[in-house]
């Protein structure tokens, strides 16, 4: 099934249907990419009833929703809990209303031992965050040690490292998800990290726009200020009052 443009006529709002046009037709990331951004956003968000809608636009097919429930999930990480089953409840009204049976096929994945946990965390914040690794890792350890580890044994050993979402999808997801909540100092990192694993700098610049459809300006100018300090680069668009209408 193809995207149909025509699909957002119905559920959104005029204002709501009218950026996520304009940010669909964006060139230098893909629509694909940008509805598992904005499901990254509208879950940090708590908006259940634009979630719902973006998840029925993204899912075309098996492999769609495996995606979506991925960035589902690895979202509890970052917003909690109460989000993360509030946003599959989300996904469950789509496959309920469209009548299939893809979640009964989904096999959740038994916690391992410690070690191994900590020994494919370790392997994979290592190639996101490379040599700013050993900093966040002692960082995080030294405010809460009980973070520092299941940061590593649970997010990145068990969660992360999940089949069914390739780890660009995953980190640019992440970059949404830190831009809704305001976590900034995170988001740093995870725009550093979406660099070291091969995004291209205005593929993270994108994701970052994704988002003016569904969260404050004043985030995304942020973000977008941050994404200049790391890169180095101008933003192709003026981030200012206007950015509504120049996405």
């Not at 075309?60 to 946003?87: H, M, V, W």
């Not at 988001?187 to 550093?192: A, K, P, V």
Request: proline share 4%.
């Amino acid at each position: 099934m193809k995207y149909d443009p025509d699909r957002l006529i119905d559920p959104f709002s005029p204002r709501k249907r009218d950026l996520l046009k304009r940010v669909l037709s964006r060139r230098r990331f893909s629509r694909s990419g940008r509805l598992i951004c904005s499901i990254g956003y509208l879950q940090a968000e708590g908006d259940s009833r634009n979630l719902v809608r973006v998840l029925d636009l993204f899912i075309r097919n098996e492999k769609d929703f495996r995606k979506a429930y991925e960035t589902l999930l690895q979202g509890y990480l970052f917003c909690g809990y109460p989000r993360a089953i509030e946003s599959f409840f989300c996904l469950s009204e789509i496959l309920k209303n469209r009548k299939v049976s893809w979640m009964n096929r989904v096999k959740s994945r038994s916690l391992r031992d410690s070690a191994e946990l900590i020994k494919r965390g370790d392997s994979l914040a290592g190639i996101i965050h490379k040599d700013k690794f050993p900093r966040i890792r002692n960082k995080i350890s030294d405010i809460c040690p009980d973070l520092g580890y299941l940061m590593i044994a649970e997010g990145y050993g068990h969660v992360l490292s999940r089949d069914g979402l390739d780890l660009k999808g995953r980190e640019l997801a992440v970059v949404a998800s830190l831009i809704s909540l305001g976590a900034y100092r995170q988001l740093h990192s995870h725009i550093r990290g979406a660099r070291n694993i091969g995004c291209h700098d205005l593929e993270i610049y994108e994701a970052i726009i994704t988002g003016i459809v569904w969260v404050s300006p004043g985030k995304i100018r942020k973000a977008v200020g941050l994404w200049t300090d790391i890169t180095g680069r101008e933003p192709p668009d003026s981030i200012d009052k206007n950015i509504y209408s120049r996405v």
